[in-house]
């Protein structure tokens, strides 16, 4: 005979002061002893206006902000921001600065990639190993972005037309010795927690997203390739120079927290080779358009431009409605971190609470592009 | 008194000092009286005070030094220096924390069962400090050898398990029930292992004196009980609450468990317990499993003692920085599904052995340790194949174009991914 116990669903908030809400996220969650029965986000703790702040600043001044969105990859944002500055004026970029920030973008992404991963490991409760073996590859990252332009984080490298400044001499030596280092040390990672019964156990089948559920959501990125769908905008609608470079992409179709851990540790791989082919194909030349053809000072004909890239996170894309005044008349951001919560609710009602930082985790949010 | 208490050379000396005219005293040739006749009582208290102070002042120095080669060791294996700036090699950075945190506010929050919540970090610090007295340090060294030393050690450790619930539903906090509730789960279900793992030492030592139970160990009791040693590992681990199976504090999860709502010295003293518990813990494998205090001549008894504990440490470190946590569930299925059963095979083993062979020498100890490391890797894979994760079926990479629409009519359709695969 079982004898049903009377129990009572207890609400408790976590965030936005938690360890693992990666930033300031908040969450009400109704618990059924561990069992997670509803989930409330409450966002908006991290909202600084980036979007009305760039009404107020040159399209050039406006990279600044781009960065501190996403500020575990700073380039990307960059790079996409550029998009849709080229595409509003018609400026062309030149090949060098184009290359270059293929490089830089690729780069940021392995960076970013080795944060998800590394916090991911975090929130599975590992003491910090993993992710300091994670960080210490990223540091090399960040010192490549140094020699580059200067800064590690908020890097500001991209201008209208390709970057602002050349690689230095040093870089392409140093950038070598990186990329040599890459890989045997993402095989370690592999070693260390893929093959590891306890990661395993924990993220295998755990809140499973069935591709139909996340086109729906029209979540991109890393969580659509983990169900299988063959969705990465490098391939399906290049920007830059994509289509002269050649990658794979790696496809995992479980949906569950396993097979997003597993999709960035394989891209990471990808973006090896993808810069490894930049830096043969680069030639010397321009970083960016004469100053005449594209000045500080861009006023954009009047028009809209809306221009998106395969950010780590998913489809980062800017949209920018120019009015021929100096700055945008109107900017925004479809920010991948914000629209790949949308399903939190389904990924994490049923599932432990043990799970559900871990599933948070593998969503890989940033708060400061949730929130802006 | 308990003239058992006269085996400790320390106290002997201080108590037949102070009141060498009583009968065990006089025994053992002692004659110098401070106190007069009939004043036993306050040499014994005297002597206890003094016995019990280094006793704990040891206990709490070692977690000071335990806390700073922690931080030392972890940054080693976190590729980074650890704490460097206070005292040679940071050794004092231990001390400043303890100064900061006695200086820090002590906040009961108006939701808090006030009593016990001042009750609940005394009960967890006096059973890991009370598990010193019976534990043999050295030749000589020790507070008392309890004839019931293994009964006493399981049955004061599990009254922490008492004191982590009265602390999290003692502070009102929805986030320490969690721990609390975890606590009941947890440490309840390890004490079965951990205790029933300890039985094949008790066969082969024929008494529950920690004392005795060295003197037993002509080879280490590793070499003869790898299951025991193994089971009584992990269990010890999740009693004191480390980082596989840190489900308690688990901070990812819930920020500080049932620790949420203590600060100031309160803290400290959880702090405290748990580390002191993690050194015994340590303290308890050596005694049972490593041979105590015993080793070459050359060196002193004490210092083996220390060298054995540092290494089980280490091994415990190594242990806790290298692996993510455990879920509840999974936990509860490695105590009952897999530790019960590998101690109830070690059981039945050992008492097999023990009735061919009941008073082995040493001969007959080696052929037990070659019987029963080979039964050991057998029901570790046993019992392995039992909790496993099953590896993945569906899921392997997709070499087949999914049918989702696309942006673009136009695709380079000709690269897909082969490399890899997911186990």
Known sequence: MTTQVRTEPITVNLGPQHPSTHGVFRMRVTFDGEEIIDVEPIFGYLHRGSEKLAEERTYVQVVTLTDRMDYVGSMLNNQAYMLAVEKLAGVEPSPRGVWLRMIASELQRIASHLVAVGFLIQDLGAWGTPLIYTMREREKILDLFEMLCGARITNSYLRPGGVFMDAPEEFWPAMNAVLDELPPRIDDLDDLLTDNDIIFSRTKGVSVLTPEQMLDASITGPMLRAAGVDWDLRHRDPYDYYDQVKFERPLHTAGDNFARYWVRVQEMRESIKIVRQCEKMIEPGPVRPDHDDVPWLLRPPVGDAYAAIEHSKGELGFYLVSDGSISPYRCHVRAPSLINLTLLREMLVGELLADMFVSFGSVDINMGEVDR | ?423
């Not at chain 2, 335990?66 to 700036?85: A, D, S």
């Not at chain 2, 748990?274 to 105590?292: H, K, P, R």
Request: aromatic share 12%.
């Open chain 2, 1 to 423: 008194m308990n003239p058992a208490f006269l085996d400790n050379s320390l106290f002997r000396n201080i108590y037949c000092y102070l009141a060498g005219s009583s009968d065990s005293c006089a025994e053992r040739g002692y004659d110098t009286t401070l106190l007069p006749a009939g004043f036993e009582w306050l040499a014994f208290a005297i002597t206890a005070f003094i016995i019990i102070n280094i006793v704990i002042n040891a206990g709490l120095g070692a977690v000071v030094v335990y806390i700073w080669g922690e931080r030392r060791i972890l940054g080693r294996i976190q590729n980074r220096t650890g704490p460097n700036r206070w005292g040679p090699f940071g050794s004092f950075t231990s001390v400043a924390d303890a100064i900061k945190t006695l200086f820090k506010e002590d906040i009961v929050p108006d939701e808090a069962d006030r009593w016990l919540f001042n009750l609940a970090p005394i009960l967890m610090v006096f059973p890991v400090l009370s598990v010193l007295a019976v534990i043999p340090f050295g030749v000589g060294t020790f507070v008392v050898d309890l004839n019931i030393g293994i009964l006493f050690v399981i049955a004061i450790t599990s009254m922490s398990g008492i004191s982590v619930v009265l602390a999290s539903w003692a502070s009102g906090n929805r986030i320490a029930i969690f721990a609390g509730m975890r606590s009941v789960a947890m440490l309840i279900s390890y004490e079965i292992p951990m205790a029933l793992s300890l039985i094949g030492v008790l066969m082969l030592a024929g008494s529950m004196s920690l004392g005795k139970i060295v003197d037993a160990q002509d080879i280490p009791f590793v070499l003869v009980q790898p299951l025991g040693l193994f089971v009584f590992l992990i269990a010890a681990q999740a009693e004191t609450s480390r980082t596989p199976f840190d489900l308690i504090e688990a901070e990812s999860e819930l920020a500080a468990g049932y620790l949420n709502d203590y600060s100031s010295m309160k803290f400290g003293i959880f702090f405290l317990a748990e580390f002191l518990a993690t050194i015994v813990a340590s303290m308890l494998i050596v005694t049972l499993f490593l041979g105590g205090w015993r080793g070459w001549d050359l060196i002193p008894s004490q210092i083996w003692f220390a060298g054995k504990t540092v290494l089980v440490l280490l091994f415990i470190m190594w242990m806790r920085f290298s692996w993510p946590r455990l879920r509840v569930d999974q936990i509860l299925s490695l105590a009952w599904k897999g530790l019960f059963e590998l101690t109830l095979i070690n059981i039945f083993v050992t008492a097999i052995l023990i009735a061919i062979w009941p008073d082995p020498g040493i001969t007959e100890l080696l052929i037990m340790s070659a019987i029963n490391w080979v039964v050991f890797f057998i029901s570790i894979w046993l019992v392995s194949k039992l909790l496993r994760p099953g590896d993945y079926t569906a899921p392997a990479p997709r070499t087949d174009r999914p049918t989702y629409p696309v942006a673009t009519d136009e695709l380079p359709d000709e690269v897909a991914y082969t490399g890899g695969t997911t186990r």
